[in-house]
């Protein structure tokens, strides 16, 4: 089984930005954090960042080619203001997908309580810091198993 772990802009910047929304662990742990996840799991996973949308929307076509398994994603800020990104994520129905978003987005400025992108996903993590996309891995191979 393999997971694509999709983050959008500024992701990488964690650490650095906002340390007060998004804590002080860095792009470099959460990395580790999802392939250490992957490991209990016993699956493979391919981490992608952009912070380019079309660069995103390319990467998660090529996942439909590529037979993945399933999709957890955190889109950045491309959640409030993408609908190309939303028919991407839809465009790839029979993948298991779910958003994922490190702070709390419905308890912050009003256009972040909006996912233009959720829709298109299973489920949506959100306001659990970096353990969301742990949790995200597991819920696809429950979705997986199920399936």
Do not use: W
């Amino acid at each position: 089984m393999k997971i694509l772990v999709i983050n959008g802009p500024n992701i990488n910047f964690l650490g650095i930005r906002e340390k007060d929304i998004y804590g002080s662990k860095d792009y470099e742990f959460l990395k580790e954090s999802i392939q250490d996840k992957a490991d209990l799991l016993g699956i493979d996973v391919e981490l992608y960042q952009s912070n380019s949308e079309g660069a995103i929307i390319d990467r998660i076509q090529l996942a439909y080619h590529e037979n993945v398994d399933g999709i957890v994603i955190n889109p950045g800020g491309l959640t409030h203001t993408s609908v190309s990104l939303h028919d991407a994520l839809a465009s790839v129905a029979d993948i298991p997908k779910i958003e994922v978003h490190i702070s709390n987005i419905n308890s912050r400025e009003d256009f972040r309580k909006n996912s233009i992108t959720a829709g298109a996903c299973q489920g949506q993590i959100s306001g659990l810091g970096i353990n969301g996309y742990l949790y995200a891995m597991e819920a696809i191979c429950d979705i997986l198993a199920l399936s």
